[in-house]
Nanobody, 126 residues
Framework: VQLQASGGGLVQAGGSLRLSCTAS????????MGWFRQAPGKEREIAAA????????YYADSVKGRFTISRDNAKKTVYLQMNSLKPEDTAEYFC????????????????????WGQGTLVTVSS
């Protein structure tokens, strides 16, 4: 599985961005997808994830109510809609894929995810 992320950029506080991550291969529907972020000098942390079924999602407390994760299996793409952006959202954002079985929950630790895309930089100015 190869993942290609896009959509980062520079935005003012209060603005919006939508990140996209497109996967190669034929197993996208079997993948739980996550968006992680890493700010300079900080550890990588999960922002949001969506179960392979599409039936459940996870959001970090810091983004809850502002970010929305979604997926389009036909396009093999996962999205992260980011609204009401804050300077503290500035980070490199990575999409990741976890090939779990259908009954497994969403995992939030980075080491649970087997496949990673390149990062896309989001910069929020105050």
């Amino acid at each position: 599985v190869q993942l290609q992320a896009s959509g980062g950029g520079l935005v003012q506080a209060g603005g919006s961005l939508r990140l996209s991550c497109t996967a190669s291969g034929s197993t996208f529907s079997r993948l739980t997808m996550g968006w992680f972020r890493q700010a300079p000098g900080k550890e990588r942390e999960i922002a949001a994830a969506i179960h392979r079924s599409g039936g459940s999602t996870y959001y970090a407390d810091s983004v809850k109510g502002r970010f929305t994760i979604s997926r389009d299996n036909a396009k093999k793409t996962v999205y992260l809609q980011m609204n009401s952006l804050k300077p503290e959202d500035t980070a490199e954002y990575f999409c990741a894929a976890d090939p779990i079985i259908l009954s497994a929950p969403i995992y939030t630790a980075a080491n649970e995810y087997d496949y990673w895309g390149q990062g896309t930089l989001v910069t929020v100015s105050s």
